[in-house]
């Protein structure tokens, strides 16, 4: 009697497992589909290369001027780029009496990606404040210190009285190197107090590694790395942290540059934080900002911090 009722258990016990390990089985078949599904596109070169993006020896890439595509963002959601190879149709012609001219700086949430020519928020300074004229020289996947090195070589041309230099998480985790989504980038260093670049003239970078960083991006949704990460083990947030605390000193003496040096004569500088969901709740982030906020009170200039709005 014992005989069968240990089979039975022991056939119970091989029922239930082969039931777990069934759906473990189809969750990971799923996840393989999945990234599979979103990793084939990827062997195209249009997927990584955009038409309007061109090589620039100092920053990396730039918009195109005069690129014109009109559904880059979904049906008749388009993307102009002007003369100057700025966003939008307008060139830098000379300023209206009495205009201020604002130079906005920053990664893509300034360039605008996903809406149309009118609606990024550098575009809706002039519907929100009349007598404004602004200027986009905002890129895609740009990290901080493209930014900034655009700002310098390209933002005199447009003749601003007001800089505003925006800031992402993203963009202070690419300016410190820590991501670098597979593109070849310039990077700052310091020389003594002096800031200068390093990798220029940038190289252009080729599709295969592009590519290949968009793949290991897409990787991020199997479940194994998923769950490899909540034990601290290939986690990119860990590592971006470390290489943004480690990039301050440039940081700092970056924006000091820009105001000991502006841009234009009488040029002022303002710096801006766009949040994004990583900003939605209160935690180690919030650091960043405050290392900021310390810095331009430093320095004197205005630090606008949009995180309080979207939290509210």
């Not at 249009?46 to 880059?72: F, K, N, Y």
């Not at 895609?140 to 310098?152: C, E, F, I, S």
């Not at 980038?185 to 670049?197: E, F, K």
């Not at 710096?271 to 990583?278: A, E, H, M, S, W």
């Amino acid at each position: 009697m014992s005989g069968a009722v240990n089979r039975l258990v022991r056939s119970a016990i091989g029922i239930v497992l082969l039931s777990v390990l069934s759906v473990l089985g189809v969750e990971g078949g799923v996840s393989a589909w999945l990234y599979l599904k979103d990793a084939l596109p990827l062997a195209l070169a249009e997927a990584v290369i955009r038409p309007h993006m061109q090589p620039d020896t100092l920053v990396g890439w730039t918009s195109r001027p005069g690129a014109r595509l009109p559904d880059e963002y979904g049906a008749g959601i388009g993307l102009a780029i002007g003369p100057q190879g700025l966003r939008g149709t307008r060139d830098a012609a000379p300023a209206h009496p009495g205009a201020l001219r604002i130079a906005c700086a920053g990664d893509g949430l300034t360039l605008g990606v996903g809406v149309d020519d009118a609606h990024p928020w550098c575009a809706r300074l002039e519907v929100e404040l009349p007598g404004v004229e602004s200027f986009n020289l905002a890129q895609a996947d740009y990290g901080w210190d493209q930014a900034w090195l655009r700002v310098r070589r390209d933002a005199a041309a447009l003749g601003p009285q007001l800089v505003l230099f925006a800031l992402t998480d993203a963009a202070l985790e690419r300016g410190a190197g820590a991501r670098d989504d597979g593109r070849v980038t310039p990077h700052l260093a310091l020389d003594g107090s002096r800031v200068r670049a390093i990798g220029v003239p940038v190289r252009s970078e080729g599709a295969g590694a592009l590519r290949a960083a968009r793949l290991r991006q897409v990787a991020g949704d199997l479940r194994l790395v998923q769950w490899l990460r909540t034990w601290g083990v290939l986690d990119p947030a860990r590592t971006a942290s470390a290489a943004v605390d480690r990039g301050w000193p440039v940081f700092d003496a970056a924006i000091r540059t820009l105001v000991a040096e502006p841009v234009a004569p009488g040029a002022r500088l303002a710096i801006v934080f766009l949040p994004t969901r990583r900003d939605l709740a209160k935690g180690a982030l919030d650091k960043r900002r405050d290392h900021v906020a310390t810095l331009a009170r430093t320095v004197g200039v205005p630090f606008i911090d949009l995180t309080p709005a979207l939290r509210a």
